[in-house]
């Protein structure tokens, strides 16, 4: 019996001694596709190149007409048993990282007279995809950059091992920032700041106006004449020392003599900060006097310090 069958096989015509078979779901991770992606027992040309993979995280379907063509082509042993006989060949993909082409971009754009500080945009770039297995390198090949404008044109390279190389074209802006201390919460008029008032944000150069604080030593300890939201710069014109007294302010006068201690209203003719001497000019009798700003913002008149007739300017002062 045994030798029976062994020989009944061998009568059997080659191409179904030899039958293969259909792979309906193939993964690819090469970048082409060889005739044994489609077909086990694909025979002597198994090997064989067929064509371009599909792209990284993209797929092909390869129909029964096809297929039977391609069997006839190669002398693959095989036929289609129903015509939704089909191959579907994937190739799994991944998301270009986007740090990657930041960073080759920053080293090239720094390279020609960019900001080591920037922020760079790229307004409607999507990272393509790369094989999973791929580890990617970005370069760039070409740059055109303008200072004036902060305009960019540049030629990313991207390759990999089992990848065909990719190019692609980048345009955006590459603008300056400032690291700048900035409100942790608002900050209201009168606020004495501490450093649990501040945190530390990057700016966008263009975005500030006029000169504001760049580090933390200018603002702690300093008192804010007005306002300031959430996250903005701290303008310098708005930042005084606690007891300095502004020009047209209201400011107390003290004179001590002896025990006795004289206060009065007055107001400053001029900007003082403590330590510093300022005149005064008492709006009652239109005398103007002289004294020390005091940490407290009280001005120290020394006794026997003469008083003089305001003048016209200074009798206007409010």
């Not at 500030?208 to 306002?227: F, K, N, S, T, Y």
């Not at 400011?251 to 005064?280: D, F, H, K, N, W």
Request: proline letters at 9%; charged letters at 20%; hydrophobic letters at 45%.
């Amino acid at each position: 019996m045994r030798a029976f069958l062994l020989a009944a096989t061998m009568l059997l015509p080659a191409s179904l001694a030899t039958a293969a078979t259909l792979r309906p779901m193939t993964t690819l991770h090469a970048p082409v596709v060889l005739l044994s992606d489609l077909f086990d027992d694909a025979g002597r040309q198994a090997a064989r190149v067929l064509g371009p993979a599909p792209g990284p995280g993209e797929r092909i379907v390869v129909e029964a007409r096809q297929l039977a063509a391609i069997a006839r082509m190669f002398g693959v042993a095989w036929r289609p048993t129903s015509p939704a006989d089909r191959a579907i060949l994937e190739r799994p993909g991944k998301v270009l990282p986007r740090t990657l082409v930041l960073g080759a971009l920053r080293a090239a754009l720094v390279g020609v007279g960019a900001p080591a500080e920037c922020d760079i945009d790229l307004p409607g770039f999507e990272a393509p995809m790369v094989p999973v297995d791929t580890k990617p390198e970005a370069s760039i090949e070409q740059l055109d950059y303008d200072a004036e404008s902060a305009r960019f044109t540049a030629g990313l390279l991207v390759t990999g091992e089992g990848m065909a190389p990719m190019r692609l074209r980048l345009t955006g802006r590459a603008e300056a920032v400032l690291v700048l201390p900035v409100p942790s919460h608002r900050l209201e008029a009168g606020s004495v700041i501490s450093a649990f008032d501040l945190e530390t944000e990057r700016v966008r150069a263009h975005a500030v106006r006029g000169d504001v604080a760049r580090d933390r030593e200018q603002v702690l300890g300093m008192r804010l004449r007005r306002p300031v939201p959430l996250g903005e710069p701290l303008p310098l014109d708005d930042l005084i020392r606690p007891g300095s007294v502004e020009k047209g302010a209201s400011v107390t006068m003290r004179i001590q003599s002896g025990g006795l201690t004289a206060t009065a209203q007055g107001i400053a003719l001029a900007a003082a900060a403590p330590g510093e001497r300022i005149r005064v000019l008492n709006p009652l009798s239109r005398m103007v006097v002289s004294g020390e700003v005091l940490p407290t913002g009280v001005v120290a008149v020394a006794p026997g310090s003469m008083a003089a007739p305001a003048t016209a300017q200074e009798a206007s002062a409010r």
